[in-house]
């Protein structure tokens, strides 16, 4: 099976400036969930979405936000980009709520 | 609270070298998943394991072996005859099961670098 992907895989934008990253999950896992890396704070879970509802929502301010489609596939945005959302940005799919899940490579988000 | 704590922020071992990497955990629930993850340069995660709290079986898999001992709320990883391509950071994390208040996402410690020398 092919694995989770993501794209693009780098991205550079300026402050106030809006962001749409996608990820594909394993084919048939139908929760896909998000996460934010950096130096600081480390691994911060964002949501999670499962058949197309978002089912849980970390910590976030609502700049960001998500949406699955009927395929599993998956999107989240970031509106009025600030310099902090530098960050590596992963999606991770599993078969269904709180199993394993199974990361992709990641879209480093640059903010300039 | 759900917290994971990776104490050992850096490890650096010559090649062949064993090598434990510690992790800590809390959590209110009795049922709840524990994982490791090791994330190359590359930046993807790649799960290495899972256990769930009723299972403190040690688990072995070639190189490597994980000690979980609900006791002192710890789930240690070693790596026996480290190898250069062992390289990587290598994180902790882990989830309550999704009912009862629980969101059932990964919560991660801060990770351990290790370094493997040749």
């Known amino acids: 099976k092919a694995g989770v992907t993501q794209t693009p895989r780098y991205l550079i934008k300026t402050r106030g400036q809006q962001v749409t990253l996608s990820c594909s999950p394993i084919s048939g896992h139908r929760s896909v969930s998000w996460y934010q890396q950096t130096p600081g704070q480390g691994l911060q879970f964002l949501f999670e979405?499962?058949?197309?509802?978002?089912?849980n929502k970390g910590n976030f301010p609502g700049r960001f936000s998500g949406r699955q489609f009927s395929n599993s596939r998956s999107e989240m945005n970031v509106s009025t980009l600030e310099l902090g959302d530098s960050a590596l940005y992963l999606c991770?799919?599993?078969?269904?709520?709180?199993?394993?899940?199974?990361f992709g490579p990641g879209t480093r988000l640059t903010v300039l | 609270a759900q917290k994971v704590t990776q104490a050992q922020t850096e490890i650096s071992v010559v090649e062949k070298e064993d090598v434990t990497l510690d992790c800590v955990y809390e959590?209110?629930?009795?049922?709840?998943?524990l994982f490791w993850y090791k994330q190359p340069p590359s930046g993807e995660l790649v799960f290495l394991i899972r256990r769930n709290s009723f299972d403190e079986q040690n688990e072995i898999s070639g190189r490597y072996s994980w000690n979980f001992q609900k006791s002192t709320s710890s789930f240690n990883f070693t790596i026996t005859a480290s190898q250069v391509v062992d390289s990587a950071v290598y994180f902790c994390?882990?989830?309550?099961?999704?009912?009862?208040?629980?969101?059932?996402?990964?919560?991660f410690g801060k990770g351990t670098k290790l370094s493997v020398k040749p």
């Open positions: 959590t209110r629930d009795t049922t709840y998943y």
């Open positions: 991770a799919s599993s078969p269904q709520t709180g199993s394993t899940q199974y």
């Open positions: 994390a882990l989830s309550e099961l999704p009912y009862g208040g629980s969101q059932g996402n990964l919560i």
């Open positions: 979405y499962f058949s197309e509802t978002q089912r």
